[in-house]
């Protein structure tokens, strides 16, 4: 666009000194170094150049760091999924875990239910056959003694 229109500036210039010839129209420098038309115009285009392509410079950078933001936004997002995926899974294993630890508690009590049982039953088993054997001796003594 800017060499667009330094090319119809241009063009207008020749148009002018054609018209009216370069003495008259006061379009370039003069003997006396006194700036003119062409020069300040010609310097207003390659500062207008220069402010467009440090603008391109600029947009360049702004979409870079557009994409950069995108990018760590995406990133951020899966982290934070990640992140809720773990503590859901935390969630789940501690749940297990409480599951686990009633469940095992549970079977304490009955491995303790168990053992007085079976403490019970020997006792019981010891004195019937302690009976049974005392009763056996007390016969055999008695067959012996008759």
């Not at 300040?40 to 360049?60: F, G, I, K």
């Not at 303790?112 to 019970?120: C, M």
Request: with cysteine; proline share 1%.
């Amino acid at each position: 666009m800017v060499y667009e229109l330094a090319s119809t500036i241009g063009e207008e210039f020749k148009r002018l000194l054609e018209l009216h010839g370069e003495e008259e129209t006061a379009l370039t420098a003069n003997n006396n170094n006194n700036r003119r038309l062409v020069p300040t115009v010609v310097r207003v285009l390659e500062l207008l150049e220069e402010a467009v392509l440090q603008r391109e410079d600029y947009q360049r950078l702004v979409e870079q760091q557009t994409r950069t933001i995108e990018e760590q936004r995406v990133a951020a997002e899966k982290a934070a999924a990640e992140r809720k995926q773990q503590l859901r899974y935390l969630s789940e294993i501690e749940e297990v875990d409480e599951s686990w630890r009633r469940e095992n508690l549970k079977l304490g009590e009955y491995v303790k239910y168990l053992k007085g049982e079976n403490r019970r039953l020997a006792s019981s088993l010891s004195e019937k056959l302690t009976q049974s054997l005392t009763g056996e001796c007390v016969c055999v003594e008695e067959e012996c003694s008759i």
